[in-house]
């Protein structure tokens, strides 16, 4: 399975066809003998991995919702052979419980790394972080916060500052302490890194162009960003107009701005392109599906995102429905310019799925009360 994960180049895998089929069969496998509920899911709806006969029968596998998971601890490990758990919000409203063997570990780390250094974001150079969300800490596990906290070991951390900052107990927001620290950065002969939500760097920006502050930061300086646009206030950001005031107040021209799309129930990463397509690694498959109802749609139609892949096996994870809506594109018949020759993506929307709060809604919350 790991070799699936550990390829020079994310978006071909050069192992044995049907390696992806097997690795997704054995992940049902493993689960339905280890997990009685995933069992009696896959029993309910008559489902046998051995109907997996081609990735055209991928869309037949029991789809599990991200609000499946928020509902119903479905774990299918013992205590203690969790590696690292975490939640899919931050602290308040319904969170989905996640947990990962020592093995998916690992093999998410590889990919992560192999991932990472392919698109030219992992760098020995010496880096001070601003982590666009918040800190870690004993009292929260949301995912949200270790993912971030991940990425700011893609290059060595001289040191890292959260725009929310651990009480002990809850959080505060510290914008006047990133401002200070992001006057000593500039004058540092070092790269920053600005890693997690955009709603935070575009309050950030904000706050710099009210007090008339203009940075140039180091050139190698980045933007990494994750956690989306639109879910945390009407008034979405427009990602070009963010990074133009990342450019004029921090001196980061646009093409060090990344964005990714992750997912609790789906650790695995999509890094935009240029031209707004999440391209699909060789480490899943995604099928769009009719927002009524629940079948797959055709390339090119907008409906409900669901992956597929085997990555995680302490869940049954293998396929999941996000609460995204998006749209699929086959790169073989509707090529990207940017030229990259793998399947994509384009994010739409959240679904409206209203009682769901986001780390991203408390992020815009917060901020709110903290204008007030
Ligand atoms: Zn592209």
New binding site residues.
Partial sequence: MRQLYSGKNPYIFRGEDGFFLKCVRDNIKNQRTSNSTYEAILNMSNFQEEALLSEADLHKIPVLTSLFFKRNNIITLNPDEVKVKATSSGTKGLQSQLAFDHESYRTGLIMAYRFFSYHKLISGMPTNYIVLGYEPSKHNEAGAIKTAFGVTKFAPAISRVYVMKDTGTDYTLNIGGVEKALKRFAAMPFPVRFVGFPSYLYYLVCELKENGIKLRLHKNSKVILGGGWKQFTDDAIDPETLYKMVDEYLGIPRENCHEFFSAVEHPLPYLK???G?F?IPCYSRVIIRDVITFEPVEPGVTGILNFVSPLVGSMPLVSVATDDLAIFYDHRKTP?????EAD?FRWVARAGVTQIKTCAVEAAERMEGANR
């Fill in positions: 392109c240029t031209y397509h391209h990207c310019t940017c030229g990259l994509y």
